[in-house]
Nanobody, 124 residues
Framework: QVQPVESGGGSVQAGGSLRLSCESY????????MGWFRQAPGKEREWVAT????????FYADSVKGRFTISQDTAKETVYLQMNNLKPEDTAMYYC?????????????????WGQGTQVTVSS
């Protein structure tokens, strides 16, 4: 099993940047993909970005494309989410998730292992 642990959240003004980190603890050798999701109060959990670990292929939701970048540091077993040009609508709890085995890795139901989340607040 693997336990993702997020960090790096905080409060910024619109137009600012944050970098979230997700460090994986446990059995990481067979992880196929890591994803970032977010959930704002009163809204459903929303997929943000995915990286497929073996090939470093990345995918983004249209709402963050061009502003967010997902990347990995294999040696540190850490996945990052660099968030630039943040907007108030990016305010949410951000979650990191991991999956073993093949899947699209674009839906929350594809992921079996979740972190506790890190809060991002963007003020206008």
């Amino acid at each position: 099993q693997v336990q993702p642990v997020e960090s790096g959240g905080g409060s910024v003004q619109a137009g600012g940047s944050l970098r979230l980190s997700c460090e994986s603890y446990g059995y990481t050798a067979s992880i196929n993909c890591m994803g970032w999701f977010r959930q704002a109060p009163g809204k459903e959990r929303e997929w943000v970005a995915t990286i497929k670990i073996p090939y470093r292929t990345t995918f983004y939701a249209d709402s963050v494309k061009g502003r967010f970048t997902i990347s990995q540091d294999t040696a540190k077993e850490t996945v990052y989410l660099q968030m630039n040009n943040l907007k108030p609508e990016d305010t949410a709890m951000y979650y990191c998730a991991a999956r073993y085995g093949l899947a699209s890795c674009l839906r929350s139901t594809d992921f079996g292992y979740w972190g506790q989340g890190t809060q991002v607040t963007v003020s206008s």
